[in-house]
């Protein structure tokens, strides 16, 4: 685990027990810090009995207190925590706070950067991938992996991945990235900014607030929000890149999109000094991430993608857009959840792409209705119903893509546990077949 003397002798509040919140007590115990942690659940505070003071941060008195660690997944503009913390003068933080405050007692190393409302997984995951193979010590954490305090520190000349949501930013305030990246921004995660899409921008804007001037600020997406951020950099010390649709790609990433992200990582790794043979090795040699359009199998020349981590309309657009007419419409899209906006968004320019919809989950529907004026749609409820009626009308050529464009919880566990039943699905008819 990753442990700084920074935290030697301070006194921190760790609210939630997962993965992330324990991995933050275990490097400040180990570190020397006095915590006091809590968690709804009984079998979460488990670990820590007789080992730290178990007790609810807005139960006591703050005073004095380093910190305040709350998960990303806590709603600082409604949770009662932000404002109790407040009265106290205590922040509140996350655990990529703590290790950027950590990076000094850590073996000389650079930090990545990378946040988006699209792509960022698959870029994070790129990106350590071409390190790895390049023989560039690196490990990939944040909203990716295993949690970042948890993993060991790097030897002199490694790099630190991160994935960085919106959340995470939020609650950092000195993490000066080496290379910082934006995606992209489009709407997403509204409710946890007020309806307000200037703030959730401003939140990914934080990531090169916070850096260096001299520091590399890499920038992938053409939207508008995007290149007013970049914008307010230009007379940096070192300005910002921008990642031009190229070449660059990877034969596990469809999509234009998915050239993006591959560029995106190009680079990035390019700006950390890696060299042209050893990109191009990364790029071919990649995998791919699970649940992101991921290539299942391919039955009678029909094939399954899986692109269940597609939570919104327009993660799910280049999805659909990665298989135009040809000269008809071949994918036989399995969408529907809950969704996280009324009617297609993003997605009505691309129904000539579809040659059926089947729609499931709370809001299935919603989704029939917006596509029928352009495309065939049913609801199916079910994804098993679904993906039956997808496959039996699904011809040679066609692509059953299961990518949502809404959220799980209605249904499923979460968007892994929605791809794993698509996968059960596909690999059940392949052994049929």
Known sequence: MITSAAFAGKRYAVLGLARSG???VEALLASGAEVTAWDEREEAREAFVGRCELADPLQIDLTGFAGVVVSPGVPLNTHPIAPYAAKFDVPVIGDIELFAQARADLPPHKVVGITGTNGKSTTTALVHHILQTAGVPSVMGGNIGEPILGQGPLPKGGVY????????????????????????ITPDHLDRYDGDFEKYAASK?????????????????HDDMSAAIADT???EILPPQFVRKTAVSSPSLQGPHNAQNAAAAFEVCSTL?????????????????????ERVAEVADVTFIND???????????????????????????????AKEDGLGSLAGLMDHVA?????????EMFAQAIRPSAPAEYCETLSQAFAKAHGDARAGDVVLFSPAAASFDQFRDFEDRGQQFRNLVHALGEAA
């Open 22 to 24: 324990a991995a933050t």
């Open 161 to 184: 991945v991160l994935e960085l949501s919106s959340y995470q930013i939020d609650l950092t305030f000195s993490l000066d990235c080496d290379v910082a990246v934006l995606l992209n």
């Open 205 to 221: 804007a934080r990531l090169f607030d916070m850096q260096s001037e001299e520091h590399a600020k890499v920038f992938s997406g």
């Open 233 to 235: 950099l230009r007379d």
């Open 273 to 293: 000094g890696v060299g042209l043979p050893d990109l191009n090795v990364g790029l071919n040699t990649f995998t791919g991430l699970p649940h992101r359009m």
């Open 308 to 338: 269940s981590k597609a939570t919104n309309a327009d993660s799910t657009a280049p999805a659909i857009a990665a298989f135009p007419p040809d000269p008809d419409p071949r994918v036989r899209w399995i969408v529907g959840g809950m």
């Open 356 to 364: 059926g919809a089947y729609t499931i989950g709370r809001d299935g």
